[in-house]
Antibody
Framework: EVQLVESGGGLRQPGGSLRLSCAASGFTLSGYEMNWVRQSPGKGLEWLSYISGSGKTIYYANSVEGRFAISRDNTDNSLYLQMNSLRAEDTALYYC????????????WGQGTMVTVSS | ETVLTQSPATLSLSPGERATLSCRASQYVSSNYLTWYQQKPGQAPRLLIYASSSRATGVPDRFSGSGSGRDFTLTINRLEPEDFAVYYCQQYGRTFGQGTKVQIK
């Protein structure tokens, strides 16, 4: 089955760190651009970060630039998001999403992993 | 940074009616890079329309997208019970609109 499964969420204090993982199955991750998107409780979607198939091109939203780092391990078919200097406003459900080939749309999403930042 | 404004925030309709959702950009957006998603409670978003008017695989033909420049529209003909959800537009694989909730009247 073609799917993405996120893991690594949890409760952290402000200023803490967390590393999210996204495991791809049913397809070869290296052929796809990947993204992280989050959704705060009861709110809308916020794009966070993009990484090209090779990992050489990376972009971040202003809200996480300098604090979060996206990476991928194509040999392990996995995507990662290293989150540092966490803030209360980072509390959200974090999704990984696959880029539709030849497009900027996201055609496959995981079910998300919840991150809560609270003291 | 381009801001996407969706209207209305909430649309109350009955099954069988037509839904017309608007997404207005603060700057020009190429129609090749405007995307629509559907999200139901407790679920991840689902790709509906990409490149402004192309339906994703498996999306029923009652869903259609149109528009250009700064104004884009998602139309749902003959609403089915499973269509009541929140819809988001997105530009260039980045900014999302704030969403339009289509609810049962």
């Amino acid at each position: 089955e073609v799917q993405l499964v996120e893991s690594g969420g949890g409760l952290r204090q402000p200023g803490g760190s967390l590393r999210l993982s996204c495991a791809a199955s049913g397809f070869t991750l290296s052929g796809y651009e990947m993204n992280w998107v989050r959704q705060s409780p009861g709110k809308g979607l916020e794009w966070l970060s993009y990484i090209s198939g090779s990992g050489k091109t990376i972009y971040y939203a202003n809200s996480v630039e300098g604090r979060f780092a996206i990476s991928r391990d194509n040999t392990d078919n996995s995507l990662y998001l290293q989150m540092n200097s966490l803030r209360a406003e980072d509390t959200a459900l974090y999704y990984c999403a696959r880029g539709l080939y030849g497009s900027d749309a996201f055609d496959l999403w995981g079910q998300g992993t919840m991150v809560t930042v609270s003291s | 940074e381009t801001v996407l404004t969706q209207s209305p925030a909430t649309l109350s309709l009955s099954p069988g009616e037509r839904a017309t959702l608007s997404c207005r950009a603060s700057q020009y957006v190429s129609s090749n890079y405007l995307t629509w998603y559907q999200q139901k409670p407790g679920q991840a978003p689902r790709l509906l329309i990409y490149a402004s008017s192309s339906r994703a695989t498996g999306v029923p033909d009652r869903f259609s997208g149109s528009g250009s420049g700064r104004d884009f529209t998602l139309t749902i003909n003959r609403l089915e019970p499973e269509d009541f959800a929140v819809y988001y537009c997105q530009q260039y694989g980045r900014t999302f609109g704030q969403g339009t909730k289509v609810q049962i009247k």
